[in-house]
């Protein structure tokens, strides 16, 4: 399964939860969060964590003949990375001859998790990989990893995987491999409909003895659009305020400046500050068009600009998380509400010229 969906919709939440399951059912939980790491990083990150599976599933005095073979193919694998082992990996093992030696990412890892897969039944225990931010992981590496967890499957093996990242994910995995749409299920969550929002606020105020008036929880459904992250934010501002066990329509306004500052100085700010004059004043155009997907050719217009000059800027933001394409040619914000931040924080569109970044581009 991989988990779809915007920026401050609980995906990272959901992944809590089930490890929280696995554990209850104790399996053994690997936890990553991908970056935007070499292949190298990448191997050297799966060897520690692999390594730790394999020693949570049993001391090594009481580890079967499968996992033996498993450390044999992790030690390999470590190998892989540089002759001397950039992971300590804290046993005398020979590496496996054949296996997890082949100098392909793809196959590498398919031979280390089936190997991990066999220990694992061996135990009759069951293995799940959760990976956050999955969009981050290299094309090489989400190729790899897709490889490797169709392998299992044919070979009935008890490990499975659970992916995080933002709407675009589904779109790059069918691109990595064209079985993975049957492989995987891509479920995708969003903002909270109607009563689901007001339930959200209602009910853990309720629980401490306050009540939010109807108008007031429309109001913070309306203003927060449901968003789960935005909610909680919304409660927080809202709280302090109330000066009795009723929290009223008033009250929801009059946080209304707290719950946009506090957003705007941290969950939107950081996102903002990690880019380029060009790269602002291209998410500021897009906001000024509107909350929804936007042709790349009408952002360029309203910059003045032709779209083969800004498609570059376009893909950064892209890389950045920033933007995701939900249809061909459109271009849409990866956090809610994105659009309504520009708008505040540069109330005019100013488009840096391009001459200098022409010229240098020519030179090159």
Do not use: C
């Not at 929880?217 to 009723?246: C, D, H, K």
């Amino acid at each position: 399964m991989i988990i779809t969906g915007l920026r401050g919709v609980g995906k990272t939440v959901l992944l809590g939860e089930f490890r929280d399951i696995a554990q209850d059912q104790e399996w053994i939980v690997v936890e990553l969060e991908a970056s935007k790491n070499d292949d190298q990083q990448f191997r050297r990150t799966l060897v520690s964590q692999l390594k730790s599976a394999l020693l949570r599933l049993s001391p090594r005095a009481r580890w079967t003949e499968a996992m033996k073979r498993a450390a044999s193919v992790l030690t390999s694998f470590n190998m892989s990375v540089d002759p001397a082992g950039s992971v300590q990996l804290g046993w005398d093992i020979e590496a496996a001859a054949g296996f997890a030696d082949h100098a392909d990412l793809g196959l590498d890892l398919t031979d280390v998790l089936v190997s991990l897969g066999e220990a694992a039944q061996s135990k009759e225990v069951g293995i799940v990989l959760l990976i956050d931010e999955i969009q981050f992981l290299q094309v090489r590496q989400l190729e790899a990893l897709i490889q490797a967890v169709h392998k299992l499957v044919q070979r009935k093996l008890p490990v499975t995987m659970i992916g995080a990242g933002l709407p675009q994910i589904a779109e790059l995995v069918g691109d990595a491999k064209s079985y993975a749409e049957r492989l995987f299920k891509f479920p995708r969550i969003g903002n909270l409909e109607g009563d689901d929002a007001g339930r959200a606020l209602a009910e853990p105020a309720k629980a401490e003895g306050v009540e939010f008036r109807p108008d007031a929880l429309q109001m913070a459904v309306r203003i927060t659009g449901g968003y789960p992250y935005f909610i909680q934010e919304l409660g927080y501002a809202v709280w302090p305020i109330a000066s009795n066990n009723t929290i009223t329509l008033e009250d929801v306004q009059d946080a209304r400046d707290v719950y946009e500052s506090k957003l705007d100085g941290s969950f939107f700010r950081v996102r903002l500050d990690r880019t380029t004059p060009l790269q602002s004043a291209y998410l500021r155009a897009m906001a000024g068009l509107g909350p929804e997907p936007q042709k790349a050719a009408d952002v360029a217009q309203a910059m003045g600009r032709n779209s083969t000059q800004l498609g570059p800027t376009r893909a950064e933001l892209i890389g950045m998380g920033l933007l995701y394409t939900p249809d061909h040619g459109y271009a849409a914000f990866t956090v809610p509400h994105f659009d309504k931040f520009m708008l505040r924080a540069m109330p005019e569109l100013i488009v840096p010229e391009l001459r200098a970044r022409r010229g240098q581009s020519q030179s090159t």
